[in-house]
């Protein structure tokens, strides 16, 4: 099935993939965001990179468009939320602390990856809860790192994942991808200029394509001597 969102099933609940880059929990309502890496672009510029400006807004946008398309009463971001120190630039924490007032009555839960321990927790005016992970809410459990787990199916970020297609006369592709095994799930990075990691993923993973404004499930050749073989 390809289409603007696509349903999947992990641990017996339903899970909607939105080409948003990010999967919403109808049961509990929730929406998934995993790598926003809000303030990689200031962080670039800082250090004397020319990227262009208005990539937090592009990201709220994104935001609200997934929020208005689910009506989730709950984001569970999976790590990374702020890119680094640098990247605290006052016009992003303005930004996103005016798109968090707006959505006053959504709930907001950060569980910690790798980068926020670095560029520190969003400020308090942001209202998001955080914590360290795994964070359990059976049948799944929410971390940064695609690490499985005996306390139930895991749901994840942190690889950036991206598939390489192919198509007739030598046409290549390298896109953000959903990676779904048996018993990890790994999201797509929501953030630019995050970056793609090839994925090897095991036998029975799903890779769903986010094409444009289409998902689209994919074969992916697993011979990359570059990519990394999913949990």
Avoid at 57 to 80: C, K, N, P, S
Avoid at 113 to 118: E, F, K, L, V
Avoid at 156 to 172: I, Q
């Amino acid at each position: 099935m390809n289409g603007e969102v696509m349903t999947v099933e992990a641990a017996g609940e339903t899970l909607v993939l939105l080409t948003q880059r990010a999967a919403y929990w109808p049961r509990r309502r929730t929406l998934l965001v995993a790598d926003t890496h809000f303030g990689k672009a200031a962080a670039f510029r800082a250090g004397g990179i020319p990227v262009p400006h208005g990539t937090t807004a592009e990201g709220l946008t994104r935001l609200d468009t997934a929020l208005r398309q689910t009506q989730a009463r709950r984001i569970v971001f999976l790590g990374d939320f702020l890119h680094a120190k640098e990247g605290r630039a006052p016009e992003t924490l303005l930004a996103v602390t005016a798109w968090r007032a707006a959505h006053a009555d959504v709930a907001m839960l950060l569980v910690r990856g790798n980068h926020d321990r670095r560029a520190g927790d969003p400020p308090p005016e942001v209202d998001i809860a955080c914590r360290d992970g795994p964070l359990r809410d059976p049948p799944f459990v929410f971390t940064h790192h695609p690490v499985p787990s005996g306390s139930g199916f895991v749901i994840a970020g942190h690889l950036h994942p991206g598939a390489r297609l192919s198509g007739t006369g030598r046409v290549h592709a390298r896109l953000a991808c959903f990676v779904i095994g048996g018993n990890v799930a790994i999201l797509p990075a929501f953030g630019d200029f995050t970056g793609l990691a090839d994925i090897d993923p095991v036998t029975d993973a799903r890779v769903i394509v986010i094409a444009g404004d289409q998902l689209v499930e994919a074969t992916v050749p697993s011979d990359s001597p570059s990519s990394r073989r999913m949990p």
